[in-house]
């Protein structure tokens, strides 16, 4: 079965960027569709972005489209998240997730396997 690490948190200003990073353990990662989530302070997790399994479909919520970029590495067993533009409405705590099911999944429920989250800080 597949084990998620994330990384890559930190803190930053306003406008600037960071790279999320997810190495998973484990075989069969090309079998996994995957996602980032995020929590904040007091508020329940969201979905922000996933990326299928095979196609390389991807999802984001509205509020960072144009901002996030997801992508995947099979060879490296890797997903990424490249957060530019941060906002201090960013700063939560990043979790990625996977999961078989098939196609771009967004609801949290589909999701099985979890990564430890790594914090994200956007000051103003």
């Known amino acids: 079965e597949v084990q998620l690490q994330a990384s890559g948190g930190g803190s930053v200003q306003a406008g600037g960027s960071l790279r999320l990073s997810c190495v998973a353990s484990?075989?069969?990662?090309?079998?996994?569709?995957l996602g980032w989530f995020r929590q904040a302070p007091g508020q329940e997790r969201e979905g922000v972005s996933c990326?299928?399994?095979?196609?390389?479909?991807?999802y984001y919520t509205d509020s960072v489209k144009g901002r996030f970029t997801i992508s995947r590495d099979n060879a490296k067993n890797t997903v990424n998240l490249q957060m530019n533009s941060l906002r201090p409405e960013d700063t939560a705590v990043y979790y990625c997730?996977?999961?078989?099911?098939?196609?771009?999944?967004?609801?949290?429920?589909?999701?099985?396997?979890w990564g430890q989250g790594t914090l994200v800080t956007v000051s103003s």
């Open positions: 997730a996977a999961t078989t099911v098939v196609g771009v999944r967004v609801r949290e429920s589909e999701y099985y396997l």
């Open positions: 484990g075989s069969l990662f090309d079998d996994y569709a």
């Open positions: 990326i299928s399994s095979s196609e390389g479909r991807s």
